[in-house]
T-cell receptor, first 114, second 114 residues
Framework: AQSVTQLDSQVPVFEEAPVELRCNYS??????LFWYVQYPNQGLQLLLK??????LVKGINGFEAEFNKSQTSFHLRKPSVHISDTAEYFC????????????FGTGTRLKVLA | NAGVTQTPKFQVLKTGQSMTLQCAQD?????MSWYRQDPGMGLRLIHY???????DQGEVPNGYNVSRSTTEDFPLRLLSAAPSQTSVYFC?????????????FGPGTRLTVL
């Protein structure tokens, strides 16, 4: 079975500072990895995904994530955050073969401070 | 395209009542799913469907029923509401059952069971 751990439930950061949101996964088979963002009172939308190939993945709104197989991590980064990045961020994993089911992490609430 | 739509946006039920949460998508997506979102627990999969007439259970199916008579619609039925079903419910759709596909989320239904 797959599992996803987001260790930080909340991350406060000042505007224009860099941020890293951590995600670790566990799986005995190959997986695909995703980051979704949820703005207040909205549904989730895809930020970026890793399927294969280059371990550095670039997404929307200046976010990027790096897949590290040896550390089973997929951390999300942004070099300079804006107030508008305040949202909840979810890491998700999906098994690369077999039954299609996403497993979501518990989420990290990013609060950007002025 | 309207994308994924959900009705109602808010609902208050009394214990023991039944109701149906509606979900529709106009993208001709094969895969649809229902999640519940609870504080500190992320999103948990309730039921999913890989096509019209085909449904399967997710992580937390008890107390919920689904059917998929058309590609567009995927209603979620609460048979006898309980306070433990107080949550925010999200419907999502995906172009195919392959694990690499992005999921598109509706705006959610906030349900309170008294």
């Amino acid at each position: 079975a797959q599992s996803v751990t987001q260790l930080d439930s909340q991350v406060p950061v000042f505007e224009e500072a860099p941020v890293e949101l951590r995600c670790n996964y566990s799986s005995s088979v190959s997986v695909y990895l995703f980051w979704y963002v949820q703005y207040p009172n909205q549904g989730l939308q895809l930020l970026l995904k890793y399927l294969s190939g280059s371990t550095l993945v670039k997404g929307i709104n200046g976010f990027e994530a790096e897949f590290n197989k040896s550390q089973t991590s997929f951390h999300l980064r942004k070099p300079s955050v804006h107030i508008s990045d305040t949202a909840e961020y979810f890491c998700a994993v999906s098994r690369a073969s077999g039954t299609y089911k996403y497993i979501f992490g518990t989420g990290t609430r990013l609060k950007v401070l002025a | 395209n309207a994308g994924v739509t959900q009705t109602p946006k808010f609902q208050v039920l009394k214990t023991g009542q039944s109701m149906t949460l509606q979900c529709a998508q106009d993208m001709n997506h094969e895969y649809m799913s229902w999640y519940r979102q609870d504080p500190g627990m992320g999103l948990r999969l309730i039921h999913y469907s890989v096509g019209a007439g085909i449904t399967d259970q997710g992580e937390v199916p008890n107390g919920y029923n689904v059917s998929r008579s058309t590609t567009e619609d995927f209603p979620l039925r609460l048979l006898s509401a309980a306070p433990s079903q107080t949550s925010v419910y999200f419907c999502a759709s995906s172009p195919g059952r392959e694990a690499y596909n992005e999921q598109f989320f509706g705006p959610g239904t906030r349900l309170t069971v008294l």
